[in-house]
DNA sequence: TGATGTTTCAAACAATCGTTTCCATCGAGG
DNA sequence: CCTCGATGGAAACGATTGTTTGAAACATCA
């Protein structure tokens, strides 16, 4: 089992050195003799750079995924043809995102990597990510649309990204405003504990109230 | 006036490179040659990579902070020695924030750029941004403060930055969302669409309940 | 054991990176 | 006129990148 294990410690040393500098600044290099492997085992097990980003993701992706459908047939069959109650939605997909990437490594390793999957975006990724693992997104979305029948669609569709921002962006970049918050705060902040605090405001940022009809000129109102 | 020519013509051929493939994905030649100027001009003019990214920055961010002073004086003046309610304090940052890369190139530049300084985080661009521009950010904390007395400060703190993930992270991947959104609503999203239905879901969030009492239980590793 | 297929390893590959050097060019001041 | 500091330009620098190579080491099974 001596591959097997080569491929988990590129694996293992890689998601870690890609949370903390991305994709483009961390060299197969630094990776390898970290990870105390030949250079070019990389390409030997991946194939090419690009392959092991995307094995990086799916490693945390796979397990969610499947997880994640398996906790919405429950909710499906305990409200059988009803409707879900939003917060049961959200609390679910919390706890999801949760348990999965504490089985393997840290949930801050999971949420850096999301945040530079966002932001760098370099295509091949993106749509990876999308085309992969879209199915389970568009699922989820469709049980908030029942459980939200007030909010036009669109305005649903973007609401679900706001939050998706503040949750990515918020765990993304947890360490250094953890530093900040304990330095003029005095208290160490947990991950449970920004969930804790997230969940009350994601709650209102869905049931805000419409914005105002858009003004045909730029007349400004305060 | 041939050396502002270059100057201007290599940052206004940066920022958008940066922005739309990240720093480390963005060589000088291919600033340079799309530039039409000399490879060398970048080092002669601002000395290395890393300055070049901060002069991009501070191109953006250096008549925002004066003209966010501003603002924010002319609102200290209007309420004086009062408390200046939250939506005005929130409405004059959003109109300062499109009006200053209005003036010239476009928004989406500036956040996909501001985006990046997060999620990259390559210590000299954070560090860069934190001490040259912290002081107006807490300048405008502090009057949020007085503006939101009932919420406890760390509570504001990481509502604060809740809510700017979520604009940061909406405008910066503003153009991949607005496909998705034109394509399955068929509706052209602008930007000032877009911070038009920011303002509620901000409002809300800022002002959701707060979350219930911590309970007791093991602690979490990071 | 000997043969076979897999994995590891050191070395080199070509390409690209940021940076530097050296010289030509230009314009203003003596 | 000539000089001199500033700028533009071509070429090369050394370092680093992802990838490939070919042989050694290993495991597996007849």
């Given at each position: ?41 990389v ?17 945390y992706?796979?397990p ?7 906790v ?11 409707v ?28 850096k ?20 693992y ?5 699922r ?10 007030e909010?036009?669609?669109s ?13 990515i ?43 105002e009809a ?7 109102a305060?």
């Amino acid at each position: 089992m001596a591959q097997t294990d080569t491929v988990t410690r590129i694996l293992d040393t890689a998601e870690v050195l890609f949370a903390e500098r991305g994709f483009a600044e961390t060299s197969l290099r630094t990776i390898t003799s970290k990870a105390r492997v030949n250079l070019a085992a990389v390409n030997y097990h991946f194939g090419s750079k690009k392959a092991l980003i995307q094995a990086v993701f799916s490693r945390y992706l796979d397990p969610f995924t499947e997880r994640f459908h398996g906790v919405l047939d429950d909710l499906e069959a305990r409200h059988a043809g009803g409707v879900i109650p939003l917060e049961e939605l959200l609390e679910s997909m919390a706890r999801t995102v949760l348990e999965v990437p504490a089985e393997r490594h840290s949930l801050k390793v999971f949420m850096k990597l999301l945040g530079l999957a966002y932001s760098q975006a370099q295509g091949h990724l993106r749509r990876y990510i999308q085309e992969e693992y879209g199915s389970v997104f568009m699922r989820f979305t469709e049980l908030v649309r029942r459980a939200t029948p007030e909010l036009p669609d669109s305005e649903r569709f973007w609401r679900l990204h706001f939050v998706l921002g503040t949750v990515i962006f918020t765990l993304s970049g947890l360490d250094a405003l953890r530093d900040i918050a304990e330095k003029d705060y005095g208290e160490h902040v947990t991950v449970r504990d920004l969930i804790r605090r997230l969940r009350p405001v994601v709650v209102a940022a869905l049931n805000a109230p419409l914005p105002e009809a858009p003004v045909a000129s730029h007349a400004e109102a305060s």
